[in-house]
């Protein structure tokens, strides 16, 4: 069965050092997202991609954060100059679509900043 | 603010109970996901629901769009139901490419 993969599994780095997270979405999907649960607290939406550019994006998502789909599978998420408050776990998801579709989940890349 | 609220926030049942755990929300969706996740923290679609019922083995879902109220039933639990249950929405509102607002999540525990 075709599934979202995500690496690395855990990131451990240092306050103002850039980390990029990659995702291989399933392979006919064309909806990508990211989402981040900080420990302890709900998952959030971090941005949505389609067509080779972002469709939306959360007040998180702020300049730090950039996403990219650098070539036909990777779709990666990279955080420019990492603050304490990164830290989570990051989720990447794709669909075959964006409306009525099922959202398949990676396993989760854990981020933690030092 | 858009919310999504589920109910309760934690649930211990012994081995073979009948588990409902319900979401509700505030304004129009067009999606509702059951998600669960397991203490390793890996995520997986159980359910995505638009209007009226779904059934997976032991697990059951439903939907009021009237009453904007989703319920997960789980029948004759086990241990390994043991997990995070999270309610998730895609509202209706225009520009929306997907992105889903999570609930807080409904942790529940099956003892044997």
């Known amino acids: 069965e075709p599934e979202v993969t995500q690496t690395p599994s855990h990131q451990v780095t240092q306050m103002g050092q850039e980390v990029i997270l990659r995702c291989v979405p399933i392979s006919n999907h064309l909806y990508f997202y990211w989402y981040r649960q900080i420990l302890g607290q709900k998952v959030e939406f971090l941005v949505s991609f389609y067509n080779n550019e972002i469709s939306e994006k959360s007040e998180i998502f702020d300049d730090q954060f950039s996403v990219e789909r650098p070539d036909g599978s990777n779709f990666t998420l990279k955080i420019r100059s990492t603050k304490l408050e990164d830290s989570a776990m990051y989720f990447c998801?794709?669909?075959?679509?964006?409306?009525?579709?099922?959202?398949?989940f990676g396993p989760g890349t854990r981020l933690t900043v030092l | 603010k858009n919310e999504v609220e589920q109910s309760p926030q934690n649930l211990t049942a012994q081995e073979g109970e009948f588990i409902t755990i319900n979401c509700s929300y505030s304004?129009?969706?067009?999606?509702l996901h059951w998600l669960q996740q397991h203490p390793g923290g890996g995520i997986v679609s159980l359910f995505m629901l638009s209007s009226g019922k779904k059934k997976h083995g032991r697990l059951i879902a439903t939907i009021n769009i009237q009453e904007k109220h989703s319920s997960l039933h789980i029948t004759a639990s086990h241990p390994r139901d043991s997990a995070v249950y999270i309610c998730a929405v895609r509202y209706n509102y225009g520009g929306s490419q997907g992105n889903l607002i999570f609930g807080k999540g409904t942790k529940l525990s099956v003892k044997p």
């Open positions: 998801a794709s669909s075959e679509n964006a409306d009525y579709n099922e959202q398949f």
């Open positions: 304004v129009g969706i067009s999606a």
